[in-house]
Nanobody, 120 residues
Framework: QVELVESGGGSVQAGESLRLSCAAS??????????VAWFRQVPGKERERVAV????????YYVDSVKGRFTAYQDNVEHTVSLQIDTLTPEDTAIYYC???????????WGQGTQVTVSS
């Protein structure tokens, strides 16, 4: 069974940047052929979808609160999908998850999450 693995989280200061990456646990499988979404969740709050990138990277969508700061893109050499996060704020502190699906309506493959902590 294919699962997703996130990497790149960490603790940073406000204003800094991070790049999160998402890859399939089986390296022969490229998630760039799937629709991939990035979600984040803060304990006690609902999970929020923050970015979506369609198969082959044809289009991207972002929640209003992250537009201009978050960029989702594919790496077709490494077979990963990354989320570049710029100008981080403490409000971005959360566990970030990537998820994938054959279409962008239903995400059936999930990662374990990576913690992003932003201090002021």
């Amino acid at each position: 069974q294919v699962e997703l693995v996130e990497s790149g989280g960490g603790s940073v200061q406000a204003g800094e940047s991070l790049r999160l990456s998402c890859a399939a646990s089986r390296h022969i499988y490229s998630i760039t052929r799937l629709c991939v979404a990035w979600f984040r969740q803060v304990p006690g709050k609902e999970r929020e979808r923050v970015a979506v990138i369609t198969p082959s990277g044809d289009a991207t969508y972002y929640v209003d609160s992250v537009k201009g700061r978050f960029t989702a893109y594919q790496d077709n050499v490494e077979h990963t999908v990354s989320l570049q996060i710029d100008t981080l704020t403490p409000e971005d502190t959360a566990i970030y998850y990537c998820a994938a699906g054959l279409n962008c309506e239903r995400f059936t493959i999930w990662g374990q999450g990576t913690q992003v902590t932003v201090s002021s």
